[in-house]
């Protein structure tokens, strides 16, 4: 284990427990004012918590009212580099100084520092830019140096706060990319509110909702099967909660929900349905027509459409070439022109409609998930 | 437009009234030249103690919270709005003979009042708050996130003080020495009541000027007029400096 890290900050109502083994990159994702920031502030050092416990490779970075005499590390002494969304390059050093804080600070002569910065640079490809000042750079670029700085002082955790989330689409891909190299074999902590950074650079995904961890488990298991909310949002997933029933799972409600290959549950066990907005279509009345088969469906006007859920219009939202009809349990996505026949509004009632056997069911609490 | 009348009239009026003739002679006498030697070294040392003392105190406003830490701050800048010559007397009643400091430095042989070292300490006191004010709100402006970088990378605080703060407040720090040393430079009341006016050893150029203005009025306008272009010097520097200085260090 490389770190475990436990903290409670009461004036931000946080109390997490969490653990990344050597070489792990573990995405934290949770809505804003989750307490992820605050996770990453603690573990660095640079905000207090009111109690908890915090070891890296053995060694104490914390202990607060933990039963033992209190211990505090300061941040420079933990060997924990802090990424952010900003690159927050040091505007009156050049390019290469930068990179060589971290061995300066470390103890190492202006030339040796100079020379394993120009190592990193290499190793992010800004070896051009080492003689300039960070004022002349892109977003892209100065991140892609931030990276390299962090790297440089050979840090034992990275923490990374949405370190691609303030760049430009055309360059995020790249940057991406790059982190994917660098972070492998890397024990880190990446922020993130985007399913494909978790994808392409974590392991193992922690969900954190109202500062505690409702979810967390191997990337594909979450976001594929997610059990939280929040998770479900990343992932782009409607999630139905029920009981399983011998075809499906009845909703707390009392509906009953077809689906085509039910889960290995018992009966009566709580199981989730998952199912993509893109497969979910959306009626005015009860009884649905033909020609409304889901814009997701490639079989088209085969659907059997044998899921009805009332709901009510909550919002409306142009995405891309489909519009989204949520309500507050289901989400569809339709095609602009059934949506324009519809005349749908905010408000209106109407009927949520997708066949059993686009959905997938599975056990709400099994796996090293934290039902919610 | 009345406003800005309001401040060149009075420099058109001075710059009319300078007998050029006599010009050089003028300021070059050797009161003249006693006057401004000691103005500038004691304003040179005056702003040398600003920084020393000032840069630990706006670090001190603009990096910690403590009680009371808003009544220190209006304290540190009271000198701006407070009379020179009640500064001056407050000084005299702290460092003067009978002061509270100055009757025990006595004993010890130190005497303050009436030398060099008293017109440093009257100036130091006015100057200083231009120091802290320029610098606490460049330290606030720049804020402690690259503080925490550097941290974060292993930097002890020391090595951030060094290496991050003031290099970032740099442009701050330099203007602020500047007006300091301008303040110190022109500085009359406190001066003269704390040190007095005894040529060459507390007599700086603006208590020459008032002394010369009752027996040779040519004199006074001539070492004015000395002041004042030091003055548009030293704006000057300020403003186009704080460019410069900006687009070198950030």
Redesign the interface.
């Known amino acids: 284990m490389t770190l475990s890290l436990r903290l409670r900050v009461d004036t931000r109502d946080v109390d997490l427990d969490l653990q990344v083994a050597a070489g792990e990159t573990v995405a934290i994702l949770g809505p804003n004012g989750a307490g992820k920031s605050t996770l990453l502030e603690a573990a660095?050092?640079?905000v207090r918590p009111d109690a908890g416990r915090a070891e890296l490779d053995g060694r104490v970075l914390f202990a607060l009212g933990s039963g033992e005499p209190d211990r505090w590390l300061?941040?420079?002494e933990?060997?924990?580099?802090?990424l952010?969304q900003e690159a927050?390059l040091?505007?009156?050093?050049s390019v290469l100084d930068n990179v060589a804080?971290?061995p300066?600070?470390?103890g190492a002569s202006t030339r040796e520092a100079r020379r394993r910065a120009a190592e990193w640079l290499a190793e992010v490809d800004g070896s051009e830019f080492a003689d300039r000042r960070p004022?002349g750079l892109s977003g892209g670029e100065a991140q892609r140096i931030a990276v390299a700085?962090?790297l440089a002082?050979e840090p034992r955790l990275l923490l990374l706060d949405e370190p691609l989330a303030s760049l430009d689409v055309s360059v995020a891909p790249a940057l991406r990319r790059m982190l994917r190299r660098v972070l492998a074999g890397r024990s880190a902590i990446l922020v993130t509110h985007d399913a494909l950074d978790a994808y392409t650079l974590a392991d193992r995904v922690v969900v954190i909702e109202g500062g505690r961890i409702v979810e967390q488990g191997a990337t594909r298991q979450v976001l594929e099967r997610p059990r939280s909310a929040f998770a479900a949002r990343i992932a782009g997933l409607n999630v139905l909660a029920g009981s399983r029933t011998a075809d499906g799972l009845r909703l707390p409600d009392g509906t009953g929900i077809t689906i085509g290959d039910p889960a290995p549950a018992p009966l009566g066990a709580p199981v989730i349905a998952a199912i993509r907005p893109l497969a979910v279509t959306v009626d005015t009345a009860p009884a649905g027509r033909a020609t409304d088969a889901p814009v997701g469906r490639t079989t088209g006007l085969t659907a059997r459409l044998d899921n009805t859920i009332r709901g009510t219009v909550h919002d409306l939202e142009p995405r891309g070439d489909v519009i989204r009809v949520s309500s507050g349990l289901l989400s569809a996505d339709i095609s602009p022109a059934v949506a324009a026949d519809l005349d749908l509004a905010v408000g209106d009632t109407v009927w949520f409609r997708f066949d059993g056997a686009d959905a997938v069911l599975y056990p709400a609490g099994t796996g090293s998930g934290h039902q919610k | 437009m009345v406003g800005a009348a309001l401040v060149v009239l009075p420099l058109v009026a001075i710059v009319a009234r300078v007998d050029w003739a006599h010009f050089v002679p003028l300021i070059t006498s050797e009161s003249s030249l006693a006057a401004l030697s000691l103005g500038l070294r004691t304003s040179l040392a005056a702003t040398a103690l600003c920084v020393l003392l000032g840069v630990p105190l706006a670090l001190t406003l603009a990096r910690t919270s403590f009680r009371g830490q808003r009544i220190l701050r209006a304290l540190v800048l009271l000198p701006l709005v407070l009379p020179p010559v009640v500064g001056g007397l407050a000084l005299l009643y702290t460092f003067g003979r009978r002061g509270m400091l100055g009757a025990p430095l006595r004993e010890l042989g130190v005497d303050i009042a009436f030398s060099p070292t008293a017109v440093v300490l009257a100036q130091t006191f006015v100057a200083m708050p231009f120091l802290v004010v320029s610098l606490e709100g460049a330290l606030r402006t720049v804020g402690t996130r690259y503080e925490a970088v550097g941290a974060t990378l292993g930097a002890r605080p020391t090595t951030v003080l060094r290496r991050v703060t003031l290099p970032l407040v740099l442009p701050a720090l330099v203007s602020g020495a500047v007006l300091s040393f301008a303040r110190a430079l022109g500085e009359f009341g406190a001066t003269l009541t704390f040190a007095g006016s005894l040529q060459g050893t507390t007599r700086t150029l603006p208590l020459e000027i008032y002394l010369q203005r009752e027996t040779d009025p040519d004199a006074a306008v001539a070492l004015s007029l000395v002041l004042v272009v030091v003055a548009v010097v030293i704006v000057a520097v300020t403003y186009r400096g704080r460019g410069s200085l900006m687009g070198r260090t950030g």
């Open positions: 660095a050092g640079l300061p941040p420079h933990r060997g924990i580099s802090l952010a927050l040091f505007p009156h050093l804080f971290g300066r600070s470390a004022g700085r962090a002082s």
